[in-house]
């Protein structure tokens, strides 16, 4: 099939100024761009920005990629390529005697859809994940990995343990892993010391790779945590790419100067440091992520055991109103007002969504810790919710950093975060048209050619001759997000057309029902590798 975007305004994800001309697409690549004769059917896109499709560095919709392919929420945002196995959580590779508790475990982060669960190496999973209405790549997840080798055990590994773990994120890059992620606050990732994220790095260098990481501490010791993947980065050598950057909580507030200039100083050293951001003020994750890290060692039965003991409820209570030396808590850094229920599994409890935790509390006739107890025991521990732990002066100093991309983070079940819907118009409407905070070519590279030159997928995030043809077509006059915290699920205005591969996916801001993405690898070699 041959068709032509005639009259738009081309940003081809450089960073350049826009130019009036045309985009000839033939099959899944683009043939021609610029002052060339139309071909095939012609689409008018007169007063429209043509844009490579965004690429989302952080995706949670390892599951629902399978059990919703449509998945409207990203594709009409513009959203062309999704970065699954965040936070050291990849659904993949596992045994067939952890998927119960796994899937229990990350029931409130990566939703629960009916799968059959049926892989059990990466490459397995990765075969799943294709077919979709947009592109699929992932990460191997640190945490899926101690799972397989060590359980949620609460310790370091041996000798042999290590090296087991080192051989499955071997076999997972080569298998379609574009990278490695771990995220530090999440059990069982949180058990491991430095030396063995050190360790597992020199295996991700060997492949060229990188490594992503929520960072062990966002909040007053964010320095810290920015500190330890620098070395991390440096002893092993293995690129890093830190995840939803950003200074939570009240001890962080102010700190994103501070932060940044850490990025620069260590980019001047030799370092290969990218990050990534979402567009807002608060975060979203599990429920259960509120619990200190120690009661998750014994999976989600222990788990439930500690909860329902009275002997440990003051200790419990007392750790996440206080916080531990070694472990940043969210309550400490803020409040449970800060705290609003945006997913449950049961019927019977979902008018507590999108109400505050001191809301709940009134209406159960219990106090806050009691209700999160509740909660977790009643769902199952299939809970999600928002946090309001961030100011809009640190997102706007961290949103325009040059290696800093953009992403959504989004969760997918319940009445989500609004970034699930809003995030890439968001940025293009309110941070560049109406606040000015960068110009829309830089905002444009940020959201495509960066994250692919960090991913490695070769030929996508551009708009040129021979790169596949991920479009994203949008009125930059108009584009805006709609999406709210008391109403989330709501569609943005100025997303035109999205074509994945040379097929139409939106056409005048609407899903065809076209599903043409595919599974991507990182290419050896590609431009995006480590140094």
């Known amino acids: 099939m041959i ?136 990460m191997v997840g640190h945490g899926t990995v101690r799972l397989h080798v060590m359980g949620m055990d609460d310790r370091a590994p041996t000798e042999a343990e290590l090296a087991a773990m080192q051989a499955l994120v071997d076999a997972s890059l ?94 001047a050293d030799g370092l290969d440091i990218t990050a990534d951001q979402y567009p807002y003020a608060a975060g979203s994750t599990m429920l259960a992520a509120l619990l200190p890290p120690w009661c998750h060692a014994r999976g989600i039965d222990g788990l439930n055991a500690y909860l329902r003991d009275p002997d440990l409820e003051s200790q419990i209570r007392r750790e996440i109103e206080q916080g531990r030396s070694d472990w940043e808590s969210s309550i400490a850094n803020s409040s449970w007002g800060s705290i609003m229920i945006s997913g449950v599994k049961s019927e019977a409890n979902r008018w507590a969504v999108g109400k505050r935790i001191p809301e709940i509390a009134a209406q159960w006739g219990l106090d806050e810790y009691q209700t999160m107890v509740r909660l977790l025991l009643d769902e199952n521990h299939a809970v999600s919710m928002i946090l309001f732990m961030m100011q809009e002066d640190d997102v706007r100093h961290l949103l325009v950093q040059p290696w800093l991309m953009h992403c959504t983070d989004a969760l997918m079940g319940g009445e989500p975060h609004p970034r699930t819907y809003g995030t890439y118009p968001k940025i293009l409407g309110h941070y560049v048209r109406d606040e000015k905070l960068m110009p829309l070519p830089e905002a444009i590279r940020k959201m495509t050619s960066l994250p692919a030159w960090r991913l490695g997928v070769v030929d996508r995030g551009e708009i040129r001759a021979g790169a596949f043809a991920d479009i994203t077509v949008f009125n930059p006059d108009t584009v805006i997000d709609r999406s709210t915290y008391e109403v989330p699920r709501q569609f943005p205005t100025g997303i035109e057309h999205v074509f994945v591969n040379g097929v139409h996916a939106v056409r005048d801001g609407r899903e065809t029902g076209n599903l043409a993405g595919r599974a991507l690898r990182r290419e050896a070699g590609a431009p995006g590798t480590c140094r």
């Open 174 to 267: 080569s298998q379609g892993a574009c990278g490695f992620s771990t995220g530090l606050i999440y059990s069982p990732c949180v058990y491991s010391d430095t030396q063995e994220l050190i360790e597992i790095g020199k295996v991700v260098r060997r492949h060229d790779s990188f490594m992503v990481y929520h960072m062990r501490y966002e909040g007053g010791r964010v320095l810290e945590g920015m500190d330890e993947v620098f070395r991390i980065a440096r002893e092993s050598g293995a690129a890093c790419h830190i995840s939803h950057f950003k200074a939570r909580g009240k001890h962080a507030w102010g700190l994103s100067t501070q932060m940044s200039a850490a990025v620069e100083q260590a980019r």
């Open 3 to 138: 068709f032509t975007l005639t009259g738009g305004t081309i940003y081809d994800g450089s960073g350049g100024p826009g130019r009036l001309g045309n985009v000839v697409v033939e099959g899944d690549r683009i043939a021609a761009v610029g002052d060339v004769v139309p071909q095939g059917e012609r689409f008018d896109v007169a007063g429209l920005a043509v844009s490579p499709g965004f690429i989302d560095t952080h995706s949670h919709c390892d599951l629902v990629c399978m059990s919703d392919r449509q998945l409207s929420p990203k594709l009409r945002q513009g959203i062309t390529t999704d970065l699954l196995g965040q936070d050291g959580l990849s659904e993949a590779p596992i045994k067939r005697e952890d998927v119960d508790r796994w899937r229990t475990h990350l029931s409130g982060l990566n939703d629960d859809p009916q799968l059959d669960w049926s892989w059990r190496s990466y490459g397995d999973y990765f075969e799943r994940v294709g077919g979709a209405a947009l592109n699929m790549a992932g």
